[in-house]
């Protein structure tokens, strides 16, 4: 039962990229406030436990706050849920039978087996590399990287979607302190958009890589989020990019390659792709992985990088 405001959400003063506190601010509205409740309404799948925190509780006095860094234009929500609010968020307020319904019916994402294969072409020297998944979900991906071959691990804070992925070969965990240094290939496909402290988990994950891994990371890409604010305030399009209690940070190819650098990484180049993979790949791979890697696809912005 949420009672207390001060403890369900977090107030981030400063850029969570670059740590400057100077910041304008785009947009801001209480979740209180008349029509906003239509906007929440774009996530088909709260449950009524969040309906009834909402209309009974302090969950309804959050501030959706839009924050554009001055330094490095990072832009971001201000307010977010703590630790506490997420937990609540990912267990209680997200309708879980919904979402896993909605995860099974989505089509098998060619992108991500290409990724993989190209990955273990990579590794090929290793009988087993090591593949973590961050933020796993329902198990779509690292299913594939168990049949190609990876000794696959999967970290997700959503109890039931462990319970999922218990069967199919692949080890939860849920510390990273334990795994220092260990993993050949980290995973991070649409979560870093949902925490509070993306740069805090990126030099973290950072550690857990082995010195020749490679880490991909790709959120939605946030380029016309500006732009979409100022025309279609509160509209569907926004709320894709900068949702209530969900997407909370709106991250473009420059604002990614930023956290990269900052957590001690180095984004990869073309010179990179073709030194890595000393001309493995076929010319089909590589323009693939160009496309996928150093520009944006489509509604999707990716890079990979290794350690410095
Ligand atoms: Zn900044």
């Avoid at 029509?35 to 309804?60: L, P, Q, R, T, V």
């Avoid at 990724?115 to 072409?121: G, I």
């Amino acid at each position: 039962m949420v009672t207390d405001k001060t403890t369900l959400v977090v107030n981030r003063d400063n850029c969570p990229l670059c740590k400057s506190k100077g910041r304008k601010i785009l947009f801001s509205a209480k979740h209180n406030s008349p029509g906003f409740i239509d906007f929440i309404k774009f996530e088909a799948y709260y449950s009524d436990a969040f309906y009834k925190a909402f209309h009974n509780s302090a969950a309804n006095e959050l501030l959706y706050e839009i924050a554009e860094c001055d330094d490095c234009h990072f832009i971001y929500l201000t307010e977010v849920l703590s630790d506490m609010g997420m937990g609540l968020l990912y267990n209680e307020w997200l309708d879980k039978e919904m979402l896993r319904v909605h995860y099974s019916k989505l089509p098998h994402i060619i992108y991500h087996e290409h990724m993989v294969s190209v990955l273990r072409k990579h590794f090929n020297k290793k009988q087993q590399p090591t593949l973590m998944d961050f933020g796993a979900g329902y198990g779509r991906f690292v299913e594939m990287s168990v049949q190609k071959g990876f000794k696959t691990f999967a970290f997700d804070i959503g109890a039931d979607k462990n319970d999922f992925m218990d069967n199919m070969g692949v080890t939860i965990i849920n510390n990273l302190s334990k795994h220092k240094n260990y993993f050949n290939v980290i995973w991070v496909n649409q979560v870093l958009e949902h925490v509070s402290d993306p740069l805090g988990i990126v030099k973290e994950l950072t550690e857990s890589l082995t010195d020749d891994g490679l880490i991909f990371i790709a959120m939605p890409d946030c380029t016309h989020v500006k732009k979409i604010l100022e025309q279609k305030p509160l509209s569907q399009e926004l709320f894709r990019l900068l949702s209530p209690h969900q997407h909370i940070n709106a991250f473009t190819n420059n604002t990614l390659k930023l956290l990269g650098i900052n957590s001690g990484l180095i984004p990869l180049s073309m010179v990179d792709f073709f030194k890595l993979y000393n001309f493995k790949l076929s010319p089909a791979e590589l323009k693939f992985l160009v496309k996928k890697t150093i520009k944006n696809s489509g509604a999707s912005t990716g890079l990979l990088f290794k350690k410095k």
